[in-house]
């Protein structure tokens, strides 16, 4: 042990860092809904950015949540916060995304339920 801190733990921390950051490049593109339309995810100062690029207003920060989900603080603080969750395909890539009001007294009208993002066809 050196400083306080296991060999072992300093290279799981490594991995750990490592796999976040291959995590943000993967969730990072443009998403289409086919009610909405287009939702970009960016990766912005090391982190990822969620934008719905018909609402300019509904620009949000993603942070990690746990497992496949990340919490979207949206700047423009009268939007409720939302949970967003990947769901993966059979061969590792993002199928879809779903969303859901953080809080369960969110107004209805925040209808994040009914998205259904999936990634965009590459051209």
Partial sequence: MVGGTSRFHSNSLTIAVLRWQDEIQFNAGVYNDAWYGPI???VESGSLVISFDHTPSMTGDLQHWQYDTF????????IED???????????????AKMAAVSPLADFSFDYQDLLPKPAQKK
Avoid: E, P, Q, Y
């Fill in 71 to 78: 919490k979207a603080h949206w700047r423009v603080r009268t």
């Fill in 82 to 96: 939302a949970f967003i969750t990947f769901s993966m395909n059979a061969d590792g890539s993002i199928g879809s």
């Fill in 40 to 42: 970009t995810i960016r």
